[in-house]
């Protein structure tokens, strides 16, 4: 009798998972029966594009970076790797904002010593990183307290903190950075300091070649490709529109009970949804396992859509986009120019912004109406760039618990979650609310949970 296994959401991460187990198990003849379960009446989550009136609108991430070999893999076995879009060489250039203008982040020693992007004060300590002392007791640590200790500071609460914004959407002073950044603890550990582990490691890039940073690339028609190709290679197997409401164990099995009412059970199961979601579903099964999922919050984040004549931003910068530190006083977390980066996101003639206001300082502006949310950006446009253009297209989108965020002790609750796990075997967790929250990280542990299932 064949196994059934259940992928409880059709977000990047379950479509995947449920993806890999039909690609590990085709022909055999122990292959388990896949069914993939998303509330929402369309698959994607949060990944999605919307094209209106000739832009192509994002509502979550823009891309991935082409250096997590597992992406390209899966894309090539879908079968649309000619629909693939690098971003734009000419638009490399980022900027951050900081005292009233926009500075070019700096790409080499001699282009960070003439920014004033940072004070003479703050470059110096800065240079000094080597010097400091490591931190070796391995307690959990803020983003902002390591940055801060090792190179100052000024420099951490504008590069830093405008990193984690524009990422995270979240807050610096409450992410741990071993859960986040997990390398750059890393490179503290194994060499001392960050500037001798990035020394070392430009010594390693000339002496093996390998991945760089990675690309942003996306695809022609947006992010939507890659979930309709999922989807597709799915077929019957996904179903929409199918919310489980809890689930429980019954006769040695898990039974799902779905919000219309009807049940289903399963051998194995894998809960991809955001943990708040997941924590109800396990509340009767696991209480303890409930509560851990319950502690994993989420950032919001209001994503704005600008569409605007070309003509219009004559004296405009032109690149990838902009930073914003928090203590600039700002509500934009950040601003992508859209259209720079992969160009045909707009019509001919004209340009797309995209703007993020929100995260986890700035919950109050989820609540904001649609013209509140664009007369603010246009305000704060004016402001950093001093652009005076108004829109010929508008598009905004809310995302009430939009990115996980790995506060402190998120690794303790890993822990606590893994230990629950054990006494529930054949239940599985995934998706972008423990290990990683890109796209990339999504589609890795994706690939490693179906392992797991198909192991256990």
């Not at 929409?240 to 009412?261: E, I, P, W």
């Not at 206001?357 to 305000?379: H, I, K, N, Q, Y």
């Not at 230990?419 to 599985?428: N, S, V």
Request: with cysteine.
């Amino acid at each position: 009798m064949a196994h059934t296994f259940v992928v409880v959401g059709g977000g990047i991460a379950g479509l995947t998972t449920a993806f890999e187990l039909v690609e590990r198990t085709r022909g055999r003849a122990d292959a388990p029966e896949v069914l993939c379960l998303e509330a929402a009446p369309q698959a994607g989550g949060n990944v999605r594009s919307d094209r209106a009136d000739g832009f192509t609108c994002e509502w979550g991430p823009n891309g991935f970076l082409d250096n997590s070999p597992a992406t390209p893999d899966l894309i090539r076995r879908l079968g649309i790797e000619d629909r693939l879009q690098p971003s734009d060489s000419a638009a490399e250039l980022r900027y951050l904002y900081r005292g009233g203008r926009l500075h070019a982040v700096p790409m080499g020693v001699g282009a960070f010593l003439s920014s004033g992007m940072l004070t003479w004060g703050e470059k110096l300590r800065l240079a000094v990183e080597g010097l400091q002392p490591q931190r070796k007791d391995g307690a959990d640590e803020s983003i902002l307290d390591f940055a801060s200790r090792r190179i100052g500071r000024g420099a951490a609460s504008v590069m830093v903190d405008a990193m984690v914004s524009g990422i995270y959407a979240g807050d610096s002073r409450a992410l741990s950075l071993a859960a986040t950044f997990p390398k750059m603890a890393a490179m503290e550990h194994d060499h001392g300091s960050l500037t001798r582990a990035m020394l070392a490691k430009r010594k390693a890039a000339k002496a093996v070649a390998g991945p760089g940073q990675g690309r942003l690339t996306s695809f022609k028609g947006g992010m939507q490709e890659l979930i309709d190709g999922l989807a597709k290679g799915l077929g019957p197997r996904l179903r929409t529109g199918a919310a489980v409401r809890d689930v429980t164990r019954r006769n040695g099995a898990f039974a799902l009970r779905l919000a219309d009412g009807s049940s289903l059970e399963a051998d194995r199961v894998a809960l991809t949804v955001p943990a708040w979601n997941a924590a109800p579903m396990v509340e009767g099964l696991d209480p303890d396992l409930a509560k851990v999922l319950a502690e994993i919050p989420s950032a919001p984040v209001v994503v704005c859509h600008l569409g605007f004549e070309q003509a219009d931003l004559a004296g405009m910068p032109h690149g990838f986009g902009f930073l914003i530190p928090r203590n600039e006083g700002l509500r934009l977390l950040g601003v992508l120019w859209a259209s720079n980066i992969f160009p045909g996101r707009a019509p001919a003639g004209k340009a797309l912004y995209t703007c993020m206001l929100g995260g986890a300082r700035d919950a109050e502006s989820m609540d904001w109406p649609d013209d509140r949310v664009v007369s603010t950006v246009l305000d704060e446009l004016h402001t950093t760039m001093h652009l005076h253009a108004t829109p010929v297209f508008t598009r905004v989108y809310r995302h009430r618990r939009g990115i996980p965020q790995y506060t402190l002790g998120h690794l303790a609750r890993l822990e606590r979650a893994n230990a629950a796990l054990a006494h529930q075997p054949g239940l599985f967790l995934g998706g972008n609310s423990y290990r990683g929250i890109s796209a990339n990280d999504c589609i890795r542990n994706a690939a490693t949970t179906a392992q797991q299932m198909l192991e256990s």
